[in-house]
């Protein structure tokens, strides 16, 4: 949880792409950081104090991208790297 955090806090820059995934849907949500790390305990819940601001693009459909992307946003982490599949990704955003 702490090096997660630490990710969140530290690693992520504005501009950053972020991608999350919405299972109900089987999408990918794909976004681009807007503001460094905000805490701010009051704005959703005590729970979740850490923020960032995120302009979210589109969704992708999983099926559309390669297994190989899959995989790799299927990391067990929830902070990690994705530039090895963005330009896959940005393709698909463009279609």
């Known amino acids: ?4 955090l630490y990710r969140f806090v530290c690693e992520i820059m504005l501009q950053d792409y972020l991608i999350t995934f919405i299972r109900p ?3 990918y949500l794909v976004g ?3 503001t460094s790390y905000i ?4 704005l959703f ?3 979740y104090p850490h923020v960032r601001r995120v302009h979210w693009l589109d969704k992708i459909p999983r099926k559309t991208l390669s ?4 995989a790799s946003f299927g ?3 929830t902070v990690f790297s994705v530039d090895v599949h963005l330009k896959e990704v940005l393709k698909r ?3």
């Open 39 to 42: 805490y701010t305990p009051t």
């Open 45 to 47: 819940s005590q729970d």
């Open 67 to 70: 297994s190989a992307a899959n």
């Open 25 to 27: 849907e089987d999408e």
């Open 1 to 4: 949880m702490v090096s997660q």
């Open 75 to 77: 990391s067990i982490m």
């Open 32 to 34: 681009i950081v807007e």
């Open 93 to 95: 955003l463009e279609t």
